[in-house]
């Protein structure tokens, strides 16, 4: 008999131990979606490049540009220390930059907005 009341008594922890309930962290079925940060070319002055040469830098490698913009952001360079000359996607934004830094243009880091 002294067998089956240990017996019991495991068996009575086993069943204790095994009923614990289990809290499990809660999930939302929310999606929250975000936008991709866009990145900032911008060229800064320098006392080598042209105001020429920066406005064609600006006119071949960033779509869009007009002349007049290209010549306006040029004199933004110049007076101003530098010019946002395109802002958009992070791939977009390293191919615009890369290409007026392989042309000889000053150029700040990429940052996103």
């Known amino acids: 008999m002294e067998i089956c009341a240990k017996f019991s ?7 204790t131990v095994l009923s614990a ?3 499990s ?3 939302s079925s ?3 979606r975000k936008p991709y940060p866009n990145f900032k070319v911008i060229v800064l002055n320098d006392d080598f490049n042209t105001f020429e040469h920066v406005a064609t830098c600006l006119l071949k490698h960033i779509p869009n540009m ?3 913009l290209a010549w306006e952001l040029t004199n933004q360079v110049h007076f101003q220390g530098q010019a946002l000359v395109w802002s958009g996607p992070l791939e977009q934004a390293e ?8 042309e000889g243009l000053t150029m ?3 940052e996103a907005t």
């Open 9 to 15: 008594e495991r068996l009575f922890m086993t069943k």
């Open 21 to 23: 309930t289990v809290v």
């Open 25 to 27: 962290p809660t999930q």
């Open 30 to 32: 929310q999606t929250v």
């Open 66 to 68: 007009t002349e007049q």
């Open 95 to 102: 191919l615009y930059h890369q290409q007026l830094r392989r």
């Open 108 to 110: 700040a880091p990429l």
